[in-house]
């Protein structure tokens, strides 16, 4: 069974940082790809970031440039959400996902294991 346990979310003010993590156990097999969703009040799940097996990544929202970064340990079955210089926009609930393979997708549909969720608050 696939459990994903993500963590790492809390208030911060803006400007601050935070780093997001995603334990992964169980996947049927690798390679496997991770990705970051945030999900903000009243709005649709978004696509933060995902990164493959072999560490290449893909950013979907201009405004993260630089301020967000995926990575992720192997042989830790971890991966990670660093998150600087965060901004009141930045509020929301960040999911870690994954899917089997080498696809490094970028919509939901494309990821069939999900974590729990964690709460991220920028607030002054």
């Known amino acids: 069974q696939v459990q994903l346990t993500d963590s790492g979310g809390g208030l911060v003010a803006p400007g601050d940082s935070l780093r997001l993590s995603c334990s992964v156990f169980g996947v049927p097999s690798s390679p496997y790809t991770v990705a970051w969703f945030r999900q903000g009040p009243g709005k649709e799940r978004d696509h933060v970031a995902a990164?493959?097996?072999?560490?290449?990544?893909?950013y979907s929202i201009d405004s993260l440039t630089g301020r967000f970064a995926i990575s992720r340990d192997n042989a830790k079955n971890m991966a990670y959400l660093q998150m600087n210089a965060l901004k009141p926009e930045d509020t929301a609930v960040y999911y870690c996902?994954?899917?089997?393979?080498?696809?490094?997708?970028?919509?939901?549909?494309?990821?069939?294991?999900w974590g729990q969720g964690t709460q991220v608050t920028v607030s002054s």
């Open positions: 996902a994954v899917a089997v393979g080498t696809n490094v997708g970028t919509t939901t549909s494309q990821y069939p294991y």
């Open positions: 990164i493959g097996w072999t560490g290449g990544t893909i």
